[in-house]
């Protein structure tokens, strides 16, 4: 192993990113390495540098890599559930940080990117239109003044029979110096490029009121990559974030007096009958060229600096944590949910988990998948309060959820506690199962009656209040909720409610409104002491047993009387 790896990973003290960088750079062994680190890996220590201080580590990457990470990288939803949208405005941050690199660099990599991705990126930065066509738009639009004049104010480029036309004058340098680079390297697959963007334009030009309307309007239309994208992201193990909002809402409708687990729904076969193709079609793929140690050594140290100062990404960066992680038995995170305790502080799901992996590797492994699919699916599905689940709050979290629902199967059983019942359970039935009856828990016993608390706690404050503007505000707040708790999902309600107030006065607003959640969290005097991996920030918690859903209904019920 390179000696410079070798004295970080004794002491990693005070080191940093930056310098994890600097000894790559420096050694030709790690260097040579880096082609062969996972994506999600490399992906990691670019956020952590920062993308516009990367450029000697994008340097060394393959064009299969940064594919890759542009998968991770340059798609965000909205929210939670929501369909992911294409980032143009971060692959033109990306294109300059190539560029930097070089002008031939950035031209081969992005000519041995798909070409559906490419031309997706350009044409939503860039008009490109034939020339003759052209000339016939302005001749024939009784508007060609404003055309002229709208042309004159975008910076544009011609190439050969095309005009590029900047839509957006941010990043067209970049752009621009792209296209000059792409058709010295490779004048054809230019030419082929350019052309699919015309005709994409053409028909922006033609649905969108001809080209002065689309010159100066504000957005170009989105082409259908969202679907390439999302088989990619299944093929590598992630959860799409639609079919994982699909799964929480058949979690919502699973009955909880059943006395065994449900069996697996149509979202999850789905996926794991995609992984398990992708895993037999990678097991045929050759292995990395690098000595195993250097790989190995440089993934494990990649791995460890999360925590270490330096980086400019905080604990929730784009790629290494707010992002849901691979399914399988490579998946680093797997391990967070379950380490760190010590065996009195395990649950029964922990504990019998731990007992199957003494048996053998099988059952624990499966269990584990399950672990994994379910923790990416709360990152790409479900809100954590008002953000997106960490991927190590998502473990932990579906290890909770599944203890609740191993332990509400027993208890309907009549066999709660019970460590042989629970391991036949697990033995037989997948932890995606446990955590839909958990999941389903959860919804119907605390998030709605949290929102029966709500409702009735406005139902009293309008009838206190005198008419006016104000009542006709809080009624209509009323009615919103009212109608959000009869489709499921009272958490939307929560930012309206600072309007009133009086409604949850402290302490109780502490322990009553986290518990209205997509993932209900125990706040304020509920919030007891638990191990530290079920802790969300200072203040409050996940529901671990149905200990804790009891003292939950227990506080609901002491509010509705």
């Known amino acids: 192993m390179p000696t410079g790896l070798s004295s970080v990973s004794r002491d990693r003290r005070g080191f940093s990113w930056r310098q994890l960088v600097d000894r790559i750079i420096d050694d030709a062994a790690l260097a040579g390495a880096v082609q062969d680190l996972p994506a999600q890996l490399l992906g990691k220590v670019i956020d952590h540098v920062g993308l516009e201080d990367a450029g000697q580590i994008i340097a060394l990457a393959t064009a299969e890599q940064i594919e890759q990470i542009f998968d991770e990288s340059l798609w965000t939803s909205v ?58 738009m302005i001749g024939s639009d009784d508007d060609s003044r404003l055309i002229d004049k709208a042309l004159d104010a975008s910076p544009r480029i011609e190439l050969d029979e095309f005009m590029v ?42 649905d969108n009121g001809g080209l002065y309307d689309v010159l100066t309007s504000g957005e170009m ?14 093929r590598d193990g992630f959860v799409v974030p639609t079919d994982a909002a699909s799964f929480f809402g058949l979690c919502r409708m699973t009955e909880t007096a059943a006395v065994a687990p449900p069996s697996r729904d149509p979202v999850t076969t789905a996926h794991f009958r995609r992984l398990a193709l992708s895993r037999k079609h990678r097991s045929l793929v050759p292995s990395p060229a690098s000595p195993s140690t250097v790989l190995d050594d440089l993934a494990e140290l990649i791995d460890q600096l999360d925590d ?13 944590d707010d992002r849901p992680m691979p399914t399988g038995r490579e998946s680093r995170p797997i391990t967070v949910g379950l380490g760190g305790a010590t065996p ?31 923790g990416n699916a709360l990152v790409a599905g479900c809100r954590l309060a008002d953000r997106s689940f960490r991927p190590y709050e998502a473990i ?89 708790a009869d489709t499921g999902k009272p958490w939307f309600i929560l930012p309206r409610l600072d309007v009133v107030p009086e409604l949850v006065p402290e302490p109780e607003g502490r322990a009553l409104l986290p518990l209205l959640g997509e993932c209900p969290l125990l706040g304020g005097p509920l919030a007891t ?23 939950a209904k227990t506080f609901l019920e002491s509010l509705a009387r």
């Open 79 to 136: 929210r939670p559930g929501t369909e992911e949208r294409f980032d143009d405005e971060r692959f033109v941050l990306w294109l300059r940080v190539m560029m930097d690199v070089g002008e031939a660099f950035a031209a081969e990599t992005i000519a041995n990117l798909p070409e559906d991705l490419v031309t997706h990126a350009l044409q939503c930065r860039v008009l490109v239109v034939d020339i003759d066509a052209l000339g016939e």
């Open 165 to 206: 036309i900047a839509r957006h004058h941010d990043g067209w340098d970049a752009i621009e110096a792209l296209l000059v680079a792409l058709d010295e390297r490779d004048h054809s697959f230019l030419q082929r490029l350019l052309s699919r963007c015309a005709a994409i334009s053409a028909e922006v030009i033609d």
């Open 221 to 234: 239309l989105a082409d259908d990559l969202v679907a390439e994208h999302q088989e990619r992201r299944e």
């Open 308 to 320: 270490v100062p330096g980086g400019k990404a905080k604990k929730a960066s784009r790629l290494s």
């Open 344 to 374: 009195d502080q395990r649950t029964l799901f922990e504990r019998v988990l731990a007992e199957l992996g003494r048996s053998g590797p099988t059952f624990q492994e499966r269990r584990r998948d399950e672990l994994a699919y379910l």
């Open 396 to 484: 932990a979290a579906a290890a909770a959820i599944c203890n609740i629902g191993l332990e509400r199967v027993l208890a309907n059983q009549a066999r709660g506690g019970d460590l042989a019942a629970a391991r036949e359970l697990l033995e037989t039935h997948g932890a995606d199962s446990l955590f839909q009856i958990g999941f389903s828990v959860l919804h119907r016993e605390i998030v709605l009656a949290a929102a029966a608390v709500i409702v009735a706690r406005l139902d009293d404050v309008i009838g206190r209040s005198p008419f006016g503007a104000r009542r006709d505000r809080l009624t209509a707040v009323r009615n919103f909720a009212r109608k959000l």
């Open 529 to 551: 002491a638990a191990s530290e991996r079920y802790q969300v920030g200072k203040t409050r918690r996940f529901f671990i047993d149905l200990n804790d859903v009891v003292a």
